[in-house]
Structure formats: C-alpha cells, structure tokens
C-alpha cells in the first residue's frame, strides 16, 4: 500500500503539476516465497536498473528501514550507474535515525516527516537555490555533513491530500517478467494482511504517534 509514499506522490503532483510524478514498488520480497531482506539478486537489480536507465528520471527518492539498508545502497548504486546525473534522496525511519551515515550514499537525506519539507526541496533544487538552512535536510558538502534537527512536521492531518492510487503514473517489479511493469489494482489486493491469508484492506491514518498519552 505504501502510503507514505502515496502522500508524497499527491503532495507533488498538487505543487508541481506540469511534472511527472511517478511511483515505483519494489515490494516482490514481500511475496511468497521470496519474502526477505536480502540485496536483490543479479537478475532482479539488471531488471531495475534498465528502468531507471531508460526513465532518467531527474530525482530519485527511496524509503527504507534499516533492515533494507543494504537494498538501499545496492539500488542507489545500479541507478547512479546508468543515471548519473539522477538526484537520489532518502527518507523514512533509518535515516531518520542515522541521517550522517546515510548521507554517504544519498545526496539527500530526509529527518522525520517530509510533507512539507519535500516540495520545498524539489522547488529549491529546481531554482538552484541552496538548502542549508532547512531544518531536518541532510547532505554532505566538500567531505563535510551538513543538517540539523528533523523536518517539521504536519500538526494538521487534514491539510493532506488524499494518497495517490492514481495507478497510471505507477509502476511495480514483477519477478515473474523480470521487469518494472505498470501497476494494477490487483497489485493491491494481494498485499498486507493478504499475504497472510487474510481479506485483502486499504489503510488510512487517523493520527500520527501515540494516540494516547505517550511522551512520543
């Protein structure tokens, strides 16, 4: 389902509306049998990387949690390998953690939630303008780490667009075609709890953090 994602991806597509916004899931290790956190095997990484070879695409964001970390750095790899002048940017829970180390395979590095601070960065890397002074934007510059703090975050749930099931402008790796195809809505349906065994369902968000009274 990637929702984060699906928020971004319509957060964009509002601010920027003469662009092509595009998502793409790697989410074939999540299938039976191959569900693992293993790098992608030579076959699977040749596949993706003609996509993006073939795309061009001017920025590139991946998110990740630290057991995908070596994904992360083997797709971040392969794609500056055949697009070189490709931005490649890192969000989600590992480099909120670890944004300094993360900055050495990412040229940006994304602290906490993005809603607002990803569109002001695609504006700034658009106009050439620099990005020192955003809090929770991490990158390194002559050797050296530059951020600080983490992004601010969305106080109202409500000022964000509906998520972005626009499957048009979406593509996902099929293992079984050995290539990046356009997504289906039966995609969705075999995800989650589906893979489980149970009925297939789409998520919403209600809140952020601890509903109740937890410090976090």
């Known amino acids: ?8 991806s319509s957060i964009l597509k509002r601010e920027f509306p003469g662009d092509d916004i595009n998502i793409i899931l790697l989410s074939h290790k999540f299938l039976p049998p ?3 956190f293993d790098t992608e095997t030579p076959e699977d990484l040749k596949a993706i990387q003609e996509f993006f070879e073939l795309q061009q695409f001017d920025i590139v964001g991946i998110s990740l949690m630290t057991n995908y970390l070596p994904r992360a750095i083997q797709i971040t790899q392969a794609i500056r390998e055949v697009a070189g002048k490709t ?3 890192w969000g989600g829970i590992h480099p909120t953690l670890c944004p300094e180390e993360c900055t050495q395979y990412a040229d ?16 700034r890397l658009k106009n050439n303008q ?5 809090p929770g934007i ?3 510059k002559n050797g050296t780490v530059i951020g600080q703090g983490s992004c601010p975050a969305c106080i109202d749930l409500n000022t964000l667009p509906q998520p972005d099931y626009d499957f ?3 593509y996902i790796y099929s293992p079984e075609d050995q290539q990046v195809i356009p997504m289906r809505a039966d995609h969705i349906s075999r995800s989650d709890s589906a893979f489980y065994g149970g009925k297939p369902f789409h998520r919403i968000i209600s809140a952020r953090g601890c509903s109740q009274a937890c410090s976090y």
């Open 34 to 36: 191959r569900m693992d």
């Open 130 to 134: 620099p990005l020192n002074d955003m």
């Open 1 to 8: 389902n990637a929702m984060a994602l699906r928020l971004l």
């Open 108 to 123: 940006i590095v994304f602290v906490g939630e993005a809603e607002k601070s990803f569109p002001e960065v695609i504006s």
């Open 168 to 170: 048009s402008s979406q």
């Open 138 to 140: 991490w990158f390194r």
């Open 87 to 89: 931005k490649i940017l």
